[in-house]
């Protein structure tokens, strides 16, 4: 799980980028971004082609025409292969989804057997469901708790909502199933069970869910924010690492250039005056 909730982040951070907007325009380094922008393009779209002529027709309207004729198709080039590449990363990102929804239920799913073999060893039980779909019906009343104590579990960690759940469980476990069309004791989406019945799946649904939770969505949103820590650590690093530099560039420049206070002198002239003084006893010594 932990595997496909790192697949869909990236997943979903390359689909993010075709939301954002880039400045087409800048005069300078340290200039605010300008309102003209454009979409994101990837670099695998982005072409530049460049219309040569001779010196003669550097003065013609039409070559001028022809100019911004080529770089508004290369422009229209750009924007549909983004649209393309983005329409690709949408398809990435909905299956990534749904492979972690299903991944989901079917470790649920293997728990529930496991813990319905104890407790059936403990507390045989009737009913009129084959083994197989008792174990389902058991997951079906897991999902209904999961969204009634722990919602977030479908909006934040899995990115969906119970009715989707629900939709993938059926494709996973009961495709064509006959007995979804029926509103009998045998349909476990609609069936309440005898009294007996029920005291068993509160057993088994209890345990599982207290596993699940813990080894997915609790344990998802500790890292999510052992993860957000480090970034904020990193960034208060960052700054901390910007202002040092700044302030060893300012005294570097207070040091090479004759702005220091009067009747101090600044590096290079305390320098200078070191060699000075060093030729000036070199001198001396000759002399003597």
Partial sequence: MLEKTRALKSRKTTLAKFSKTFPTNRTSVNELLTSNSS????????????????????????????????????????????????????LEEKHERIWQIQTFLQYCHKLIQGFML?????????????ADHFELWILITLLRTIRINEP???????????????????KLFLPNDPT???????????????????????????????????????????????????????????????????KATEAKDLAIHDISPIGQSNMEQHTKNLIKTHLKGKRKRNNT
């Fill in 180 to 246: 979804l069309e029926k509103e009998d004791e045998n349909n476990i989406t609609t069936r309440y069970g005898t009294e007996e019945e029920q005291d068993f799946i509160i057993s088994v649904k209890g345990k599982v869910e207290e596993i699940i939770l813990a080894s997915t969505f609790y344990l998802q949103s500790k890292l999510d924010q052992e993860e957000e820590k480090q970034i904020v650590t990193s960034m208060i690093t960052a700054k901390y690492k910007h202002d040092e530099t700044v």
């Fill in 152 to 170: 977030n579990t479908y909006t934040v960690y899995l990115d969906t909502d119970y009715d989707e759940v629900i939709d993938e469980f059926i």
């Fill in 118 to 130: 104890i407790e059936q060893h403990n507390n045989y039980i009737e009913s009129t469901l084959t």
């Fill in 39 to 90: 979409t994101y393009i990837p670099k695998s779209s982005r072409v530049k082609i460049t219309l040569t002529y001779s010196k003669a027709l550097a003065c013609e309207a039409e070559i001028k025409d022809l100019q911004e004729e080529l770089k508004q198709t290369t422009n229209d080039f750009g924007k549909k292969v983004a649209y393309i590449f983005e329409r690709s990363a949408k």
